[in-house]
């Protein structure tokens, strides 16, 4: 994640998508502690971070085969 808010002092978290793709990414599940980014080239991605600011991944998985001959 990037931007202003990432980049300044009050950030707690930062990781990085592994995709080349552009991203949704939205925080989750029964705690605030699970982000999900959902990519363009079909990914979906589950990252995990813990109280100490480190950030995991803890899923991912291709939900779309996309190659491109494919339109939308």
Known sequence: MKGTYA???WS???FTV???QACICAFGGQNSSNVYA????G???KYV?????NCNRESYDIFLDVDDDDEF
């Open 38 to 41: 959902v990519c363009t080239d």
């Open 18 to 20: 592994k995709s080349e």
């Open 49 to 53: 971070f813990t109280p100490e600011g």
């Open 43 to 45: 990914s979906f991605q």
């Open 12 to 14: 707690f978290a930062k």
């Open 7 to 9: 980049e300044s002092q």
